[in-house]
């Protein structure tokens, strides 16, 4: 009882959030001075085969009618037709989606691994040297465009050193050599055992995950740091110094722990805002990704292939954050009650 | 031989006006007894208690001319040979165990931690010696407490579970900074019982410091009175009445008492101290 009860409460409270967000992007469907009718029929349709077809496409029915059926399309993955690739939306989701998620894991492993130990040294060393510079460095990663780090990036590491692939996901005589499994080309590479094509992703993937990491790690630090401080300020500090706990273990064990559950939820929101794919580093590096798509559907008033990237990035937002809660639970006493 | 000898200490820290002394000079001696120290806010009491700790925040300095505990000369130590006393020969009780446990670690694990990071047990033994520990201070199910969080004990109960973590390692001198005066007032005398019995059954020399003039006039051998950085007197516990410095006398002049009948409680005159 005690363990089926808050599942339930889980689950209800997914459904009512997703249906929330099916509202919030249907009624934008709605209001945007974009005709679906005349992106169908052209503009120099008639107004009877105007009206015959936004009848046939359900638009005459009252509001709620509509919210319904969309709903229910929605369940069964069904997104409409792309008017610029000519696919269904769902399709061209399923492969830009995991373009843009295998670069932002790369880019947030990198951002944690790096920012959360460079937070907790900069806290340790308060106001000296080390901290000073993890403080710059966190400047540049706020004020610094991304697009300039990309082209940057480019020039130096992929003109000049030639350390790394260039723009797109893959060298070019590689492109569609890799079999589809899971759609994240490092993965699918290993498993189909091939390392060239390994190799050559990496390659590729690699300085736009780090400039991405780059950012996730300005802000990750800065919020570890401050985070660190105030629990180093606690009395419970002093209680461990006073039963003579060395330092290491004072900033790991007893300043850390707390705080893994406040990290946890920067984490999520850094990871979540990767995730919506940063339309700069993915039009900087020829990424097909989520942000380059919806970009694209934009400028094309491709309403379709709007809603329907708005609704991934908004289902991954919940999710994350509905994970994040989870863990929560998990590692804080306090919370679990 | 004493515990713990103390001459000329003074706490010194920084400030945009040049340094200020929070302890001024302050020279006592510590047997195997009950010492107490009374003061008001800022009277530099705590700040002796983490002097003699080794626990003075940075940018604060100690200097004495003598600081020697057990025959140690605390001065010439390094910080590493201080940490190692702390826990083992010297510990300290904090004020509120609201925030001084840790809210994350379960209790049995904080009291374990104070064994394990001195290296000198084992796990089955640190466990056996943590819950012997809480069955001292007087908790009947101590395997049950050992598995809560802080958070699910009450503050009498919590302070207990400070002390058992802090005579866990059976030190040779206890310092309380404040330790009841958290707790609601039916829990403070359980608990500086409990305090007070560890103490002289096991031969720990014990500096109680507060500003609660009864309470340490109760509990403690002798008593230091400190105003202003310096002990301003120095009287045995019984002997609060014949106090003959103008503050303590003040101090005891404004103690409300029970069947009392006055208007107002005397105030403290500053301009004649």
Partial sequence: MTRVLPAAQFLLTLAVTFLGLLAITFVIGRV?????????????????????????????????VQFARYVGQVAQGELGTSVSTGRPVAEDLARVFPATFEMATLGIIIGVALGVPMGVFAAARQGRMADQIIRVIGLAGYA?????LGLIGLVIFYAHLRWV????????????????HTGLLLVDSLIDGNLEAFRSALSHIILPATILGFFALAYIARMTRSFMLEQLGQEFITTARVKGVPERLILWRHAFRPIRVQLITVIGLSYAGLLEGSVMIETVFSWPGIGNYLTTALLNADMNAVLGATLVIGAVFVGINKGSDALYRLLDPRARA | MSLLSVENLRVTFPTDHGPADVVRGLSFTLGRERLGIVGESGSGKSMTGRAIMGLVPAPGKVTADQLMFNGKDLRGLSEDERRDLRGTAMSMVLQDP??????????GEQIEEAMAVHGTLGRRERRERALEALTAVRIKDPERVARLFPHEVSGGMGQRVMIAMMVVLEPALMIADEPTSALDVSVRGQVLDIL??????????????SHDLN??????????????????EEIASGALMDAQ?????????????????????????????
């Fill in chain 1, 32 to 64: 945007v001075p974009i005709d679906p009718v005349v992106a169908v029929v052209g503009d120099r349709a008639s107004i009877e085969t105007y009206n015959a077809t936004k009848e046939a496409m359900g638009l005459d029915d009252p509001l709620v």
């Fill in chain 1, 144 to 148: 610094i465009p991304a697009f300039w």
């Fill in chain 1, 165 to 180: 692939g260039g723009p797109g996901r893959i060298d070019f005589f590689l492109d569609g050599m890799v079999p589809t």
């Fill in chain 2, 98 to 107: 609201k925030f001084s446990l840790n809210p994350v670690i379960r209790i």
């Fill in chain 2, 196 to 209: 007070a019995d560890l103490v002289s059954r096991r031969g720990m020399g014990l500096i109680l410091i």
């Fill in chain 2, 215 to 232: 309470m340490v006039a109760r509990w403690c051998d002798r008593i230091l009175v400190m105003y202003r950085g310096e002990i301003v």
């Fill in chain 2, 245 to 273: 410095h103008p503050y303590t006398r003040g101090l005891v002049a404004s103690l409300p008492t029970i069947d009392e009948t006055r208007d107002r409680l005397p105030v403290l005159d500053r301009g004649k101290l």
